[in-house]
């Protein structure tokens, strides 16, 4: 094996790319165009923004190309145009912090269930607040239905939700040591 390049390498007669982790992992993520805003880019209600990125602020005919992470909503990356490379980009609105570690079905079900509830109409953004008071209601709902059922637990699982099971263990008698050799004690006097 004889290295060509800094970025590739040469095996069995082929030249395959050099790729770090991150790279793999950003190439194999799903891609779309979108403009970048003011508000910077919007996928399914929520704004994706970064000050270092305020050059790409155009007309919303310019698109660029983002990728995107189903399993983590907090972030994308950001395609720059000059280069190849990827920029991650936090989300804004909500925050990354609320955010963060909520895959695309947990987000979901939790606009699903606000706008059920009449907080949020379609279209509309969520607030930090709605999404922290939806997130604590379905994991309280989905402790309280775990142990019932198997689809819970498999959505759960799908939701990457940790259920903390409080067992309850029966009570039959709180009768004492004392209280026990007491009666055998009576027992064995009547015998």
């Known amino acids: 094996m004889s290295a060509n390049s800094g970025s590739k390498f040469r095996t069995a007669g082929s030249i395959y790319p050099q790729y770090s982790v991150e790279e793999f992992k950003i ?28 050059y790409l602020i155009n007309k919303r005919e310019v698109k660029y190309t983002v990728k995107f992470d189903i399993d983590d909503i907090s972030y994308i990356y950001i395609k720059k145009p000059d280069s190849p490379e990827y ?34 109409k379609r ?4 607030s930090d607040e709605h999404l922290l008071q939806a997130k604590e209601k379905l994991q309280k709902d989905i402790e ?8 819970v637990r498999q959505q759960a699982s799908r939701m990457n ?15 004492t040591y004392e209280e026990i050799l007491e009666s055998a004690r009576k027992a064995f006097k009547e015998v």
């Open 27 to 54: 190439d194999l993520l799903p891609k779309i165009l979108k403009p970048y805003t003011r508000e910077g880019i919007r996928i399914k209600n929520i704004f994706y923004r970064s000050s270092e990125l305020s």
């Open 87 to 120: 920029v991650k980009v936090m989300a804004s609105s909500p925050s990354y912090e609320v955010l963060r570690g909520i895959n695309q079905f947990t987000y979901n079900l939790l606009v699903k269930s606000l706008r059920e509830e009449g907080k949020v």
């Open 123 to 126: 279209g509309k953004l969520l």
């Open 144 to 151: 309280a239905k775990y142990k019932k059922g198997r689809k």
């Open 161 to 175: 939700l940790e259920v903390e099971l409080k067992q309850t263990v029966p009570v039959k008698n709180k009768t």
